[in-house]
C-alpha cells in the first residue's frame, strides 16, 4: 500500500484512491473543481518521493520539475512514499553571509551571499535583514559557475531595504532567506526551442541566471535576450553581455531604451519601443519559450501580446516585480 | 458517452483552452470582460468554461451560473461571439460536426442563465 504524508501528518490512502479523496476523507479542507484534471484547482506539490505517471496533465514543466501535480488524478503507486505539502511557500529561513556588495550600475547593486540553498537561476528569494523587513529578489547566479547566490538590487534611496543593503550593510555580515520560489527558469527537454528573454531594469537579473543555464545545459536553439530601460545610463552588465553574445553564436543580446545619452549612443543600443521591437522581430511565437521578469504592467502587457502572436501559455514564464505597498 | 468523452476529455479542454483565449482576446465584442489584470485565472476561467461547455463534469448550477455572469449585463451579441469563438475553436481543432452540434446545443442549454434573462 502506497504511503502518505499531507504536512508531515500520515494520510490513509486506499489502492483505487486519489490523494485529492484521500484527504478529502481524512477531512483536509483542500480546494478543487472538475475532479477530472481540467481546472487545476486541486493542485498540490510533492516534496519528495516518486509521483505517478499521468498526474501532471497540462502542467508546465517548470511545475513538473518542482513536483506539482494536480491531487485529483493523482494514483500512487503501491510501493510508493510521498511527502505532500498544503503550502509550498512556507518555509524556514536560512542563514546568508554576505561575500561581496558592489555597485554594477547607475544605480544598481550587485549583492553575494553564500548560503546553503538549492535553487534554479530565475527563482527568487525572500531577504531578511531582521524578523520585521524583507523583500524578495531574484536570483541572477548559477550555482554550478559560481559558489555565491547572486542578487541585482536597485538602490532606492527612499526605499527601506535597498538603503540599508546600500548604506549599512556589511561583508560578513549575515542575512535571512526564505525560499526559492517562482517558476520561471529554465528547463531542460528543449534544447533546439528558441527562447525569448524580455525584462526591465533590474529584470535582468533572473534573465541573466536563465540564459546562463541554458548555456550551461548546452541550448542549441536561439536565444534571444531584450533589456530595456528608460534611460541608457540604467543598463549594467552590458560587457558581460557582449562577451556572452560573441562567445555563443546563437545568443542575441538587445538593449532597448527610449532615451540615449550623448556618450553611450553608438550602434549596441537600440532607441525605440520594447513592445514594438519584439512585435516586429517575431511576429509568431508558436514555438517559442519565453520569460518575461520586470514590473507588473510590463509583464503583463508583454505576455498578452506574446499570447496572441501564438505563444503557448505553458510557454510564458513571468517573474513579476511587486512594488512594495508600505 | 458524453460528448466530453468522445473528444477526448481534459485533453481536449487543454488543446482547446489557448486557441479559445487567444481568440476571445482578439475578439472587440467581447475582449473587455476577458482582458483582467491576472491572465493565469482567466485562463483557469477557461478551462471551467469549456469542460462545462463540452458536457464535462462540473459543479455548478443554473444559480451559479447565473450568479457568475450576473454583473456583466450580458446580451444576445455577447452571447452569439462566444459561441462562435467556441465554434472556430473546435474547427480548427478539427472536431467532427456532430460533436460541434451537441457543444452549440449544450451552450445554448444555459444561455438564458448567463444573460440572466
Ligand atoms: C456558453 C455559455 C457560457 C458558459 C457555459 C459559461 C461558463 C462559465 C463558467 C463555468 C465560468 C467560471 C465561473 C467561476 O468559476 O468563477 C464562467 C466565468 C466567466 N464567464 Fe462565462 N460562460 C458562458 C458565457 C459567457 C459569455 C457570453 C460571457 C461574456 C461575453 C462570459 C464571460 C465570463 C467571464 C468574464 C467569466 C469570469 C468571471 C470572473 O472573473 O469571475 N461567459 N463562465
Ligand atoms: S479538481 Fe480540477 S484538476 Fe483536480
Redesign the pocket.
Known amino acids: 500500500m502506497a504511503k502518505l504524508f499531507f504536512d508531515g501528518k500520515a494520510v490513509p490512502i486506499g489502492p483505487s484512491e486519489s490523494i485529492l479523496d484521500a484527504l478529502l476523507r481524512d477531512g483536509y479542507n483542500v480546494p478543487y473543481?472538475c475532479k477530472s484534471g481540467a481546472c487545476q484547482s486541486c493542485m498540490l506539490q510533492a516534496q519528495s518521493g516518486e509521483l505517478p505517471a499521468n498526474c501532471q496533465p497540462g502542467l508546465s514543466d517548470s511545475l513538473k520539475q518542482l513536483g506539482y501535480f494536480l491531487s485529483c488524478s493523482c494514483y500512487p503507486k503501491a510501493d510508493a512514499t510521498l511527502q505532500v505539502h498544503s503550502s509550498p511557500d512556507s518555509v524556514q529561513k536560512v542563514p546568508a553571509v554576505v561575500k561581496e556588495k558592489t555597485f554594477i550600475g547607475k544605480n544598481t547593486l550587485r549583492l553575494r551571499l553564500r548560503a546553503a540553498i538549492n535553487y534554479q537561476p530565475g527563482q527568487y528569494l525572500t531577504v531578511w535583514k531582521d524578523a520585521k523587513l524583507a523583500r524578495s529578489y531574484s536570483i541572477a547566479s548559477v550555482a554550478s559557475l559560481q559558489p555565491e547566490l547572486e542578487f541585482h538590487i536597485k538602490h532606492i534611496p527612499q526605499g527601506e531595504f535597498s538603503n540599508w543593503v546600500a548604506t549599512a550593510l556589511q561583508t560578513g555580515d549575515t542575512l535571512y532567506l526564505q525560499g526559492p520560489m517562482g517558476t520561471c527558469f529554465y528547463t531542460s527537454g528543449k534544447p533546439e526551442q528558441p527562447l525569448v528573454l524580455a525584462g526591465i531594469g533590474t529584470g535582468l537579473a533572473p534573465l541573466y541566471g536563465i540564459l546562463r543555464e541554458a548555456l550551461e545545459q548546452q541550448h542549441s536553439g536561439e536565444v534571444f535576450l531584450y533589456v530595456g530601460a528608460k534611460s541608457s545610463e540604467n543598463f549594467y552588465y552590458v560587457e558581460k553581455l557582449k562577451q556572452l553574445e560573441s562567445s555563443y553564436s546563437n545568443v542575441q543580446v538587445k538593449f532597448i531604451c527610449q532615451h540615449t545619452t550623448a556618450d553611450h549612443s553608438g550602434d549596441y543600443y537600440v532607441p525605440g519601443d520594447i513592445y514594438e521591437i519584439i512585435k516586429q522581430r517575431h511576429p509568431d511565437m508558436k514555438q517559442h519559450k519565453i520569460f518575461l521578469c520586470g514590473a507588473e504592467s510590463f509583464v503583463r502587457k508583454l505576455k498578452k501580446q506574446c499570447f496572441l502572436a501564438g505563444a503557448n501559455m505553458n510557454e510564458i514564464l513571468v517573474d513579476t516585480f511587486l512594488a512594495f505597498k508600505s | 458517452m458524453s460528448v466530453y468523452e468522445k473528444i477526448g476529455g481534459a485533453a481536449a479542454v487543454d488543446a482547446a483552452v489557448d486557441i479559445f483565449y487567444r481568440k476571445?482576446l482578439a475578439d472587440e465584442?467581447?475582449n473587455e470582460?476577458?482582458d483582467?489584470v491576472d491572465m493565469e485565472?482567466?485562463h483557469a476561467?477557461q478551462k471551467?468554461?469549456l469542460?462545462?461547455?463540452f458536457g464535462g463534469p462540473?459543479e455548478?448550477t443554473g444559480k451559479?451560473?447565473r450568479e457568475?455572469?450576473k454583473h456583466?449585463n450580458?446580451n444576445e451579441e455577447?452571447?452569439n461571439?462566444?459561441?462562435e469563438n467556441?465554434v472556430g475553436t473546435l474547427k480548427e481543432l478539427e472536431v467532427p460536426q456532430e460533436y460541434i452540434d451537441e457543444i452549440v446545443t449544450?451552450?445554448?442549454s444555459?444561455?438564458d442563465d448567463?444573460?440572466n434573462v
Open positions: 473543481g | 476571445v465584442r467581447i470582460f476577458f483582467t485565472t482567466q476561467k471551467a468554461f469542460t462545462m461547455a462540473n455548478y451559479d451560473m457568475a455572469h456583466m450580458l455577447h452571447f461571439a462566444v459561441a467556441l449544450i451552450a445554448l444555459v444561455k448567463v444573460l
